[in-house]
């Protein structure tokens, strides 16, 4: 495919939900000096987006207002408006890598009408399998994004992958597994070194710096060997990107002053 490239990365949040609560967040204490049931840790959505001179990529394609109030989640945009704060038009895009089937990272998918949707095909083997007979496994899937997907293989425009495959020079995917079956990380080379956008493979730094798995989960096994799976892949722990935690934003310069949604990753993080 080519020597690898570098890239730009960026995360663009879209919506934020204020009123979760430490316990909603960890099987286990990930600290045994601290109550994990007690205070606020609030969650933010995000999809990201890996931009060069050659090749524009989005990951993931968050959820649509209808969904959200579905479920009582507010977004402040969609995932395509928060693309054009950086000048970037879903509508143009031609490739988006799905890191798994979940709601809030597998809507929106017709806001990409010339996208080709790279997901691992154990996910699809998940989503619409056996396991979704059980609520604890389905909730967090929409069946229509779910047929929304399976349309589009029928239209030929998804690229399955069986753990590793790459993408684009400098950008590949790996099979994490655990939240769900099917979920998978992106790898990325930037100036600053190989960076790894980990999706739903830890919602938050806690997470994995603490080993203590988030509680929607397929395989709590396949959950914490990612977390190694992961360091291996990055350049080091600094530059591995949890899939929804409001640090991120703390940690990353916005994009633009005044501008509070849209951050460069590619650069060092403040902390």
């Known amino acids: 495919m080519g020597a690898p490239e570098t890239y730009e990365v960026f995360a663009i949040r879209y919506g934020t939900v204020t009123g979760r609560l430490r316990r909603d967040n960890f099987i286990i204490a990930p600290n045994p000096e601290i109550d994990p049931h007690d205070g606020p840790m609030p969650l933010d959505y995000f999809v990201w987006a890996i931009v060069n001179e050659n090749r ?120 994490i597994g655990g939240h769900t079956a099917g979920v998978q990380c992106v790898r990325v080379l930037t100036k600053r070194g190989w960076l790894v956008l980990a999706s739903d493979a830890s919602h938050f730094y806690e997470n994995m710096e603490g080993v203590a798995p988030f509680p929607i989960v397929y395989s709590a096994a396949d959950m914490v060997q990612g977390y190694t799976t992961m360091r291996n892949l990055a350049e080091s722990g600094k530059h591995i990107i949890p899939g929804h935690d409001p640090l991120v934003m703390a940690r990353y310069p916005l994009v633009r002053d005044g501008q509070k949604d849209v951050i460069r990753l590619d650069v060092p993080p403040t902390e």
């Open 56 to 175: 524009t990529i989005v990951v993931d394609t968050g959820f649509e207002r209808t969904e959200g109030d579905k479920r009582g989640r507010i977004i402040t945009q969609l995932p395509r408006e928060g693309l054009e704060i950086i000048g970037i038009d879903a509508n143009k895009i031609e490739d988006v890598i799905i890191t798994h089937l979940h709601y809030d990272h597998a809507g929106t998918l017709d806001d990409f009408p010339a996208a080709r949707f790279h997901l691992q095909e154990r996910e699809m083997n998940y989503a619409t399998g056996k396991h979704m007979c059980h609520e604890p496994f389905g909730h967090a899937y929409a069946p229509d994004h779910i047929c929304t997907m399976v349309r589009r293989v029928f239209d030929g425009r998804v690229a399955f992958h069986d753990g590793d495959g790459q993408v684009a020079p400098g950008i590949s995917v790996h099979w």
